[in-house]
């Protein structure tokens, strides 16, 4: 499975932006997929998740109320809305998805098999 993820750039601080991630290959493993993101000397840090049938959400709790994720089967593809931005959501945001079978864990990066090369986002004051 291959994730690329879009979307990100410069905004200003009370902005938005819609992130993308598209799937490619062997779509049919993919369970749940999500969205991590690394600010500069800050560990990975988990934001949101939605599973794939039920398509249950999860979201940390600095995205609540601001950041929806959504997904779309039909495409492979999973988006993640992002509202009133402020400077520390500065970070480079990272798609993953789940693969089916193994072990899942919604809020850790050992719950994800397979990992996008992430995409920037910069919040400016």
């Known amino acids: 499975v291959q994730l690329q993820a879009s979307g990100g750039g410069l905004v200003q601080a009370g902005g938005s932006l819609s992130l993308s991630c598209a799937a490619s290959?062997?779509?049919?493993?993919?369970?749940?997929m999500g969205w991590w993101r690394q600010a500069p000397g800050k560990e990975r840090e988990f934001v949101a998740a939605i599973g794939w049938v039920l398509q249950r959400t999860y979201y940390a709790d600095s995205a609540k109320g601001r950041f929806s994720i959504s997904r779309d089967n039909a495409k492979n593809t999973v988006y993640l809305q992002v509202n009133s931005l402020n400077p520390e959501d500065t970070a480079v945001y990272y798609c993953?998805?789940?693969?089916?079978?193994?072990?899942?864990?919604?809020?850790?990066?050992?719950?994800?098999?397979?990992w996008g090369q992430g995409t920037l986002v910069t919040v400016s004051s």
């Open positions: 290959g062997r779509t049919d493993n993919i369970y749940g």
């Open positions: 993953a998805a789940q693969r089916k079978f193994s072990y899942i864990d919604y809020y850790s990066t050992n719950g994800y098999s397979y």
